[in-house]
Each structure stands twice: as structure tokens, then as C-alpha cells.
């Protein structure tokens, strides 16, 4: 089985909760004779932001002219990014809830493969079709907060933009989602809590070893 690991933090896991996931997972798939393992760190990785240089790049490969320098690298993280997420079939996401949402560097990821044709098409009614149903993502997020309480829940744009993408978008299966949440809030609990959530993120490795 081909796995692919996304790890979206860039913190030491001494300091960041998601990097400490990233890392235990990591540990227990280590023996895992099943799993072909590919990490993509979106902070390692030459990641242009999507936006107007891009539809530029596209705009010039159809007429035949010179990409800059900056509209190159960017077809190429794009294409990149398409190229281990194509050979996947299970997506393993790492990644904290900052300032309500995700890093900039996982957003800029998903904006890569979330194109009409690869990972969706629209159908009749404009409602998307998927093209990748297959593919199956687990997710694994620490948020300092409690934002599973419903008056935070609106406010939650990490967890929930990831289903929407993933569930909603593309149609795939999240087969399994481990939160750490509330070690900031109840310092005194910090470390329960943590201990806890990574159990649990050992628990979906010794899952995944098993399939």
C-alpha cells in the first residue's frame, strides 16, 4: 500500500503538538512491511503560492512563450504535489489549527491538486463528480483550544475545511481522525492530554499496519 505522510508543521516536537504526532506516527509505522512511506513537508518543499503567476504559466505553455523563473517552479511544485498524491492510497495529513485554520504551506498543497479534471469534474448540475473516490486520508491536528464545544465549533476552519475538501470535494474516505485538543487552555492537564492523543495516533498506525 502506498502511504503518503503530509506533514504541515514545521515546529520541533518539543513545541509543536502536530510535529509530535507527525513523529509518533512516524515511530510506529517504522517496522511497517505493508506501507511504501513517501513524506512530503510542505515547509521543506518549494511551494510558490497559487495566484495570478500561475494562470500566467498556463496562458504561456498554451501559446508557446518563456515562463519566468517564479511561473516555472511553480508548474513544478504543482506538478509535484499532483505526482505523490496521484501514487497514493492512503493520505496521512499532520497539521495544527493556527490563528483558526491551517498553515499557509498545506492550504497552498491542497490548492495544487484541487483541479477540475484531476481530483474533481462538475457534473450536469454543476454538483462535483469525483475522480479519486479510491483514496482514502486520515487526519491528525492539535488545537491548543477546545474547539470541539458547539460555541467554538463555527470558529473551528482546520478540521472542518479539511473534511469539506477531502469528504465533501473529492469524495474521499476519512478513515480515521485523531484531535489533541485543549492542552493550552488546561495547562494543568498538558501533558494527559497529549499522552492520550498520541495513543490514539499510534493506534491508527497499528491499523494501518494491519490492512
Same mark, same amino acid.
Given at each position: 500500500?502506498?502511504?503518503?505522510?503530509?506533514?504541515?508543521?514545521?515546529? $520541533?516536537?518539543?513545541?509543536?503538538?502536530?510535529?509530535?504526532?507527525?513523529?509518533?506516527?512516524?515511530?510506529?509505522?517504522?517496522?511497517?512491511?505493508? %506501507?511504501?512511506?513517501?513524506?512530503?513537508?510542505?515547509?521543506?518543499?518549494?511551494? $510558490?503560492?497559487?495566484?495570478?503567476?500561475?494562470?500566467?504559466?498556463?496562458?504561456? %505553455?498554451?501559446?508557446?512563450? #518563456?515562463?519566468?523563473?517564479?511561473?516555472?517552479?511553480?508548474?513544478?511544485?504543482?506538478?509535484?504535489?499532483?505526482?505523490?498524491?496521484?501514487?497514493?492510497?492512503?493520505?496521512?495529513?499532520?497539521?495544527? %489549527?493556527?490563528?483558526?485554520?491551517? $498553515?499557509?504551506?498545506?492550504?497552498?498543497?491542497?490548492?495544487?491538486?484541487?483541479?477540475?479534471?484531476?481530483?474533481?469534474? &462538475?457534473?450536469?448540475?454543476?454538483? $462535483?463528480? &469525483?475522480?479519486?473516490?479510491?483514496?482514502?486520508?486520515?487526519?491528525?491536528?492539535?488545537?491548543?483550544?477546545?474547539?470541539?464545544?458547539?460555541?467554538?465549533?463555527?470558529?473551528?476552519?482546520?478540521?472542518?475545511?479539511?473534511?469539506?475538501?477531502?469528504?465533501?470535494?473529492?469524495?474521499?474516505?476519512?478513515?480515521?481522525?485523531?484531535?489533541?485538543?485543549?492542552?493550552?487552555?488546561?495547562?494543568?492537564?498538558?501533558? #494527559?492530554?497529549?499522552?492520550?492523543?498520541?495513543?490514539?495516533?499510534?493506534?491508527?498506525?497499528?491499523?494501518?499496519? #494491519?490492512?
Amino acid at each position: 500500500m502506498n502511504l503518503l505522510v503530509v506533514k504541515a508543521n514545521n515546529r $520541533p516536537a518539543s513545541e509543536g503538538v502536530s510535529s509530535k504526532m507527525y513523529e509518533t506516527f512516524m515511530e510506529s509505522i517504522t517496522d511497517a512491511k505493508n %506501507l511504501n512511506v513517501t513524506v512530503y513537508d510542505v515547509f521543506a518543499e518549494d511551494m $510558490p503560492y497559487f495566484g495570478q503567476e500561475l494562470f500566467n504559466a498556463f496562458g504561456k %505553455l498554451q501559446s508557446g512563450e #518563456e515562463l519566468s523563473e517564479l511561473e516555472g517552479r511553480l508548474l513544478t511544485a504543482k506538478q509535484k504535489a499532483k505526482d505523490v498524491f496521484s501514487a497514493a492510497d492512503v493520505v496521512v495529513f499532520a497539521f495544527p %489549527l493556527w490563528n483558526l485554520t491551517i $498553515p499557509a504551506k498545506l492550504h497552498t498543497f491542497i490548492d495544487y491538486i484541487d483541479e477540475a479534471g484531476y481530483t474533481f469534474s &462538475y457534473g450536469p448540475d454543476g454538483s $462535483p463528480v &469525483y475522480l479519486m473516490p479510491e483514496k482514502k486520508v486520515i487526519l491528525f491536528n492539535a488545537r491548543g483550544g477546545y474547539y470541539s464545544a458547539p460555541e467554538m465549533q463555527k470558529m473551528e476552519h482546520a478540521v472542518n475545511y479539511m473534511r469539506s475538501i477531502f469528504a465533501g470535494m473529492f469524495g474521499m474516505e476519512v478513515m480515521d481522525e485523531v484531535i489533541i485538543e485543549g492542552h493550552n487552555a488546561r495547562r494543568d492537564q498538558a501533558e #494527559e492530554i497529549i499522552e492520550n492523543g498520541l495513543r490514539k495516533v499510534a493506534k491508527t498506525a497499528r491499523k494501518l499496519k #494491519e490492512l
